[in-house]
């Protein structure tokens, strides 16, 4: 199995084994470990093909065969194929730290397989049990760490881990840093924060770090730790990301919340020394920085 990587289009490209010969498409996807719901995008946009054509999954396929597994849209360019092996940012005997991309789950959950904690455990051996330590939205990207084990876990779990977070926003703050507070409530009801009397109170400190035209790159971090927290508090005081349709951001340069953890800082469990790992902003984010800076 191959993988092609273009500007519009990314590819796996499989050629049929005399072992997978009279396999119905359906079941050499699953042999290939590629998840249900990547199959449904997948079939949505024609995106299985066997020899060039487009074949529905009971199509039998036979040794010599050549199936491509197309996806036409940027934004689906993640580790949704389980056998790719995950960008480890830092490791050692109880912890792993990885760059998480866009578009992946952090942990498996009934609508999701294709996580980061899965593909870990497949990196590892389907024996091995990983464990995230936080949590970053589905559409976020960056930085995660992972125990390897319980005993690690169960002291991530009482473990200040610091987190500095990019982010691009709609226009740009008078002040060039500052601390935002409300108080912000989710419902099960709701998939989306926002601020309320009755909510629980909310801290993030901003700091200003290039501003271009309609948009301002921000280092943020947060105080306390509230679901959606950073893209609610944005957009509450008037500075939407880019791309977070949820929460009123513009999806016109970037379809996805302009949000990367770009670093995480802590005290080693065992080692007591200080350990800050960090991970470069991806291309998608990187592209907002097209146009000529203001300051």
Do not use: W
Not at 249 to 266: D, K, M, N, W, Y
């Amino acid at each position: 199995m191959s993988v092609n990587k273009g500007k519009s289009t990314d590819q796996i490209v499989h050629m049929v084994t005399e072992s997978e010969d009279g396999l119905a498409v359906k079941a050499l996807l699953k042999q290939m470990d590629i998840s249900r719901r990547t199959v449904t995008r997948l079939m949505q946009n024609r995106g299985i093909l066997l020899n060039g054509a487009s074949v529905p999954l009971s199509e039998t396929v036979h040794a010599g065969n050549t199936l491509c597994l197309s996806f036409v849209q940027s934004d689906l360019k993640t580790a949704l194929f389980l056998r790719e092996a995950p960008d480890i940012l830092y490791e050692d005997e109880d912890l792993v730290i990885v760059n998480k991309p866009f578009g992946m789950p952090c942990h498996p959950s009934k609508e999701h397989q294709d996580d980061m904690g899965t593909l870990l455990m497949k990196y590892y051996g389907n024996d091995f049990t990983v464990r995230t330590a936080g949590r970053l939205d589905k559409d976020v990207s960056g930085v995660m760490v992972y125990a390897k084990n319980s005993r690690t876990a169960s002291q991530l779990s009482g473990h200040h881990i610091h987190k500095q977070y990019t982010a691009v926003i709609t226009g740009q703050f008078e002040e060039p840093s500052g601390r935002l507070e409300c108080r912000l409530k989710k419902t099960p009801y709701l998939r989306q924060a926002f601020v309320s009397p009755d909510g629980k109170d909310c801290m993030t400190d901003y700091e200003v770090l290039e501003v271009y035209p309609g948009h301002s790159f921000v280092s943020v971090s947060i105080v306390t730790g509230r679901t959606h927290q950073i893209r609610a508090t944005m957009a509450h005081f008037g500075h939407p990301l880019l791309g977070d349709a949820l929460y009123g951001g513009s999806t016109e340069l970037i379809r996805r919340p302009a949000l990367h953890c770009s670093s995480v800082t802590f005290t080693h469990l065992k080692t007591k020394k200080k350990i800050t790992v960090v991970c470069d902003l991806p291309e998608d984010m990187q592209k907002l920085k097209s146009l000529p800076c203001e300051g």
